[in-house]
């Protein structure tokens, strides 16, 4: 849970201190009759992460009153996600059918006691006598039912000698209660079907109102934690454990508001709409903002409770942006994705003057990301390009290959269009190029100037792969049906082709296909001979540029040009000038250059920051991604640390005191909360771990666990040496200096 704490750890924290509780109990309470969303992470972040964080204990505990709608498939469901996210629930799983018994007891009680009913009004007249909010309602004659008259009924009812809807049982409360829900609310209904656990022995079943607060006081829960729409039924909560007198400690009831996102639908009613009219393509379609679509489309765990985190637990009800939870998976794969070529549309380019074949050397990581790790590509005469990285009439700012201009395969030489072949059609199906022997990258002596790197694969060993792009499910931000469908939610590609070590070597399940976007291998339909990949998200805000949504009125927005479709507008003289400087004299990449040169105030803020003495290239990542983002939201006099404050930051990056990953932990603090970053680090102990004598025993209990990983390394899967670096830094909370990492994970695994 996020440090800031919110209302609900507010009162769970003075309710420990006061002493009204010697510990904290939780519960997360689904309905099993759908599959869990979106919605439910955030309440098991909420439920789970409260508790952990006050050294409590948190159930799990299936909600299962309704017999109709009920399936074992669903309580497995809601279980994988719980254990997906990274939570462990108290004990075993429980539901609500455990307590029946007691339940039943319970209504008796209040029978006796005159505070229940049996009704027999229809639900018409049920309705018609509830009143309105501005007229009271009016009380059932059957209310003048003796004690032992209900007992009976209510006994019978039980017993199935009843249809349903004959009889119903009501607390006795306020007829002219302004709180509509305290009407006489009901509390037991008919029910003439098989429960999945009970079987037939119940004909009754109890309602919401009457289960859920006596199960919470029977398993000892402390908080009760609901989404605002169960606010007016607090009271009916309140008056069924004080009317019953029981013996405290007693649960209460607090309300926090839902979770709602744009261009989504969270409505069981409606997902099972979309399930079972064929919409979609079962509960964990990759379009569905349920668990296991997220899963299958390839969001991690990590990402889901990161967004969790940072929509934060709100009192009032509001709509958060699906490109925030887009951010957080982006930002999670920017540094575990390798990254991989991937031609979607392939278009054939023939090298004339290359003969014979050769494997080109390339990192799955940039150098920013502190992971090892790379694979041989191999490059040949006939090689294929993306269809979209070729342009026989190119429009202003077009960088990749034209018959005028050349371009950079990625990682490998520069070629030049000699001769475009089409079709009878007019259709351009293969290019006639030279490539430049001089010109390899990172060997390159050539000094032709390009401006752009494309993706390629080598024709003869190139492997074939299904590509799944998906987009958003529905194409309005506020849908109401399926009538709001986005008709291209789902494009396939059959044809796609990809370089053989994503398949053969298979050094992780998500890649960034660059220039695309990240991709995960489907956990269903993957095989060696028929790959699969999901989309899970674009490299940018692709729907941002659809919508055209108008910038702020500020000097900022006014000066940034917007991206269309893959190509931007042309760079003014001035942001020339400042691209090759970062990209000549300050070895910035591409990209962070490019960013930076466009938007005046990023750039401003980086020189200033830059005359405090670090390091270019690191002050510059963390200028183009984390003080961009700030900005996105406020304006640069609204923000609570300066250029100096970021220099500082970087310079113990670069005195290796902390890791990147701490420095965006501490970034974060600083956004907040205006803290000197040094003192940041200094007072949550965040100083990174150098000593190879505290790291080396973490490695060998890491190495211990995965002996299965030790052997395929040994056996020649050198990929997994990333594995255990990534396991070494997590373990330490990414204290550990990366560098020191690398190099005793690759000593322990060679010894």
């Known amino acids: 849970m996020n440090e800031n704490k919110n209302f609900l750890s507010a009162i769970v924290q003075e309710d420990l201190q006061s002493q009204k509780y010697k510990e904290v109990v939780t519960r997360f309470p689904p309905e099993p009759n759908g599959f869990p969303h979106i919605g439910h992470a ?3 972040f909420i439920n789970f992460g409260i508790a952990k964080e006050y050294n409590g204990r948190c159930h799990l505990r299936m909600d299962d009153t309704n017999p109709t709608k009920e399936d074992t498939k669903y309580v497995q469901a809601l279980q994988d996600a719980v254990e997906w996210l990274g939570y462990k ?7 609500t059918s455990d307590y029946f018994d007691a339940l039943y007891e319970y209504a008796k009680q209040l029978i006796k006691m005159g505070k229940a009913y049996v009704d027999s009004l229809s639900e018409e007249e049920i309705r018609e006598y509830r009143g309105t909010v501005t007229e009271a309602g009016k009380r059932s004659k059957y209310a003048q039912r003796s004690v032992e008259e209900n007992l009976d009924l209510l006994e019978r009812m039980k017993q199935g000698e009843f249809a349903e809807g004959e009889h119903i049982l009501r607390a006795k409360i306020d007829m002219a209660s302004p709180n509509m829900k305290m009407r006489d609310p009901l509390l037991y209904r008919i029910r003439h079907a098989e429960h999945f656990r009970t079987g037939a022995k119940w004909k009754i079943y109890p309602m919401y109102d009457f ?64 399930v079972e009219g064929g919409y979609v393509n079962g509960w964990d379609d990759p379009r569905l903002p349920t668990i296991a679509g997220y899963r299958r489309k390839g969001y991690t765990p990590e990402s889901i409770l990161t967004f969790c985190d940072q929509i934060g637990v709100a009192k009032a009800n509001s709509v958060v942006d699906v490109s925030q939870l887009e951010f957080c998976i982006r930002d999670d794969l920017n540094t575990k994705a390798p990254r991989v070529l991937c031609v979607l549309n392939p278009l054939k380019v ?78 351009v199906i293969e290019i006639k190029a030279h490539y430049h022997p001089d010109s390899k990258s990172g060997e390159d002596t050539s000094g032709i100037k390009v401006r752009s790197a494309i993706q390629w694969v080598s024709a003869k060993e190139a492997k074939k792969v299904e590509v799944r792009l998906y987009d958003r499910l529905f194409a309005t931000d506020a849908p109401e049906g399926i009538e709001d469908l986005n008709p291209n939610s789902l494009r396939i590609i059959k044809d796609a082709l990809i370089e053989p070590a994503v398949i053969l070597e298979q050094p992780d399940e998500r890649f960034q296909f660059e220039r695309e976007g ?66 000549q004299e300050l070895k910035l990449n591409n990209e962070v250059a490019n960013t930076l040169a466009r938007d005046a105030q990023l750039s401003a803020f980086y020189q200033e920051a830059l005359t405090h ?3 270019a290239i690191n002050l510059a990542n963390m200028v183009a991604n984390e ?25 113990m990056v670069d005195e290796e005191k902390i890791s990147n990953k701490i420095a965006k932990q501490v970034f974060e603090e600083m956004a907040k909360s205006g803290e000197n970053p040094t ?73």
């Open 42 to 44: 955030k309440s098991i």
């Open 89 to 95: 629930w108290d004990g075993e799983v429980r539901f």
């Open 211 to 274: 289960a859920h607060c006596l199960s919470d006081y029977i398993e000892g829960i402390t908080h009760s934690f609901c989404t605002l729409e169960f606010e007016n039924n607090r009271e009916i909560y309140d008056w069924v454990l004080d009317t019953l007198e029981l013996q405290p400690p007693r649960p209460y009831q607090y309300e926090f508001a839902r979770l709602n996102i744009n261009y989504t639908v969270m409505s069981k009613r409606k997902l099972l709409e979309l």
């Open 350 to 427: 023939t090298i004339e003057n290359y003969e014979g074949q050769e494997e080109i050397d390339a990192p799955y990581y940039p150098h920013d990301i502190p992971k090892e790790g790379s694979r041989k590509i191999p490059f040949s005469r006939e090689i294929y390009i993306d269809k979209e990285d070729f342009n026989e009439n190119p429009p202003k700012g077009y960088y990749r290959l034209t018959p005028e201009q050349p371009v950079r395969l990625r990682h490998g030489y520069i070629i030049t269009c000699k001769e475009v072949i089409k079709d009878a059609n007019g259709e």
């Open 518 to 583: 990240y991709f995960y291998a489907d956990p269903v339909d993957y095989s060696k001979e028929h790959p699969v990949f999901n989309k899970i998200v674009g490299l940018k805000d692709s729907w941002g540029k659809k919508k055209q949504r108008q910038p702020r009125k500020s000097q900022k927005t006014q000066e940034k040009k917007v991206q269309v479709d893959g190509e931007v507008a042309p760079m003014t003289p001035e942001q020339e000038v400042l691209f090759n400087k970062y990209t």
């Open 613 to 615: 003495q670090c390091q």
């Open 627 to 651: 003080v961009a983002r700030e900005l996105k939201e406020q304006e640069i006099t609204a923000l609570k640390f300066n250029a100096q404050d970021i220099a500082e930051l970087i310079t």
């Open 679 to 751: 003192k940041i680090v200094e007072e949550k102990g965040l100083i990174q771990i150098s000593d190879p004598a505290q790291i080396a025993p973490i490695i060998d209990e890491i190495i211990a666990k995965n002996p299965d990983n030790v052997a395929k390394f040994k056996a020649g899967n050198t990929k997994l040496l990333g594995f255990f670096v990534g396991q070494t830094l997590k373990a330490t909370g990414g204290k550990a200096n990366p560098k020191v990492v690398n190099e005793l994970v690759a000593q322990k695994l060679q010894a």
